[in-house]
């Protein structure tokens, strides 16, 4: 499979028209009995792209004024989606929706780059296992052990936001040459192999649904962590990953070593929000997520860390803060796509993998495809725990006075998180007398384990060993 790198213009415009319809038809299925949502949602979709326009000024793609005389053809998201430059061909889209292959196997073949798996090599050994859980729950685990020496350290790595274990399939090899150390890949519960009960929140507060939120994930990680009789462990988690690693450790301080957050979630405060019921952001660098290709992320910058952070805050357009606060789901839109969804999944996929060799791009594809159209679970926790914009709605800054365990801060210098925020976060916890420090990683963006993994897996290994 071929992608086609698309320009920057028709990406705006495939990602913009594809979501904006999309979600609109999401909406409109999600709240069948209330005829108001669904034409809210229909009214704030078809005026965000203008009101997006005129704050940024790109009037570039608006058709000239039409008389009632002579209206504008009416476009079908079908044709619409026709008309675009998109990665993949709508051919192979439909082959890739009617041939999917398990999860199971996408994971296995992401994996099967490491030297060592499936067929273990002289030093280490690797295993994929699903650890049961109570209430029917399971969490899928890829475990590397080193067959050299006994193991005294174990090291636990969480995934982010829609992602999988296998996303850290550039940093096994290198992490687990370290002697004395185990490895442990989760799957979040609700989250890529891991059992996917239905995502159920009872509190009607914004903040008991925080806690109770986070109380999904942690006491899935704590069941599995007894279930292992593992006493205690460093934890290595990468951004929604971090933000339940820090809640977890907050939790449970007397298991946790040392915490390595990569680009952790929900850092600093909201600086438009002083209170939940107010306006949301008016601009964020989330969607630098969606648009950044690896080839800009792994570029080196001489700018300042807060100047880049500002060139890539975008408006947040008003159908998707709508979406948000519903709850919706952005993976719903994949599924509700049917075979257009390969193609949607294509238009993040050829970016962020775009400088891996083929082979490896075409088979993270796959595994992306196979995460996004699985039964919707853990996703929904997300706009509990943030507001749109990807601030906490408790921040982290006012909760890490009473984290107490040695904790790693790791960026990449073009990284769309707020990096000031974790300089600030190392340095109140050193006034606190706990050992931390902010570390960036050169040429890499959010996932700057990806990136840049000779770089990112040697600042993590000095972290092991000073953990021992």
């Not at 920057?8 to 069948?32: E, L, P, Q």
């Not at 969490?139 to 193991?151: Q, S």
Request: a positive charge; hydrophobic letters at 40%.
């Amino acid at each position: 499979m071929l992608f086609r790198q698309p320009s920057a213009r028709s990406f705006s415009i495939a990602s913009v028209t594809c979501a904006t319809a999309a979600a609109t038809a999401t909406v409109s299925r999600m709240s069948k009995s209330d005829s108001s949502v669904s034409a809210a949602a229909v009214s704030s979709a078809s005026s965000s792209r203008s009101q997006s326009d005129l704050r940024t000024g790109d009037l570039s793609d608006s058709p000239p004024p039409m008389s009632s005389k002579n209206p504008p053809p009416r476009r079908t998201f079908m044709s619409a989606l026709a008309s675009m430059d998109l990665p993949l061909d709508f051919k192979t889209a439909v082959s890739q929706w009617w041939h999917a292959p398990s999860l199971e196997v996408t994971e296995r073949k992401v994996l099967s780059f490491l030297p060592f798996f499936p067929a273990p090599d002289a030093t280490r050994k690797a295993e994929s296992q699903m650890i049961e859980l109570s209430k029917g729950r399971s969490l899928n685990e890829f475990e590397i052990t080193r067959t050299t020496e006994p193991v005294e350290e174990e090291l636990v790595v969480l995934h982010g936001y829609g992602a999988g274990l296998a996303f850290f399939y550039r940093n096994f090899d290198g992490l687990s040459q370290v002697p004395g150390w185990r490895l442990h890949a989760l799957d979040l519960l609700g989250y890529g192999r891991s059992s996917r009960p239905k995502f159920k929140v009872k509190a009607k507060d914004k903040y008991e649904a925080v806690y109770a939120s986070e109380n999904w994930f942690i006491d899935s990680l704590e069941e599995w962590r007894k279930k292992k009789g593992i006493e205690k462990f460093t934890l290595m988690a990468h951004s929604m990953g971090g933000y339940i690693g820090v809640a977890y450790a907050l939790r449970h301080p007397e298991r946790i070593k040392r915490l390595i957050l990569v680009s952790p979630a929900g850092v600093p405060r909201d600086p438009w929000v002083v209170h939940e019921d107010e306006a949301h952001p008016p601009s964020s660098g989330l969607g630098s997520e969606f648009t950044s290709t690896q080839a800009d992320t792994t570029k080196h910058s001489t700018k300042p860390a807060d100047k880049r952070a500002m060139e890539l805050k975008r408006p947040i357009p008003n159908w998707l803060v709508f979406l948000w606060e519903r709850h919706v789901s952005p993976f719903s839109i994949v599924r509700y796509a049917g075979p257009l969804g390969p193609q949607l999944v294509s238009l993040w996929t050829s970016n962020r993998f775009s400088l891996l060799p083929k082979d490896e791009a075409t088979a993270l594809h796959s595994y992306v495809l196979g995460l996004f159209t699985a039964r919707g679970s853990g996703e929904y926790a997300i706009t509990r725990l943030l507001a749109p914009g990807a601030y906490a709605r408790i921040a982290l800054l006012d909760r890490i006075n009473k984290l107490e365990v040695p904790t790693l801060w790791m960026y990449g210098e073009n990284d769309w998180m707020d990096i000031k925020a974790g300089v600030k976060a190392a340095s109140q916890m050193r006034s606190n007398g706990v050992d931390s420090n902010c570390v960036v990683i050169e040429k890499a963006g959010h996932h700057l384990y990806l990136d840049n993994p000779e770089s990112f897996n040697a600042v993590v290994i000095d972290a092991m060993r000073k953990t021992e």
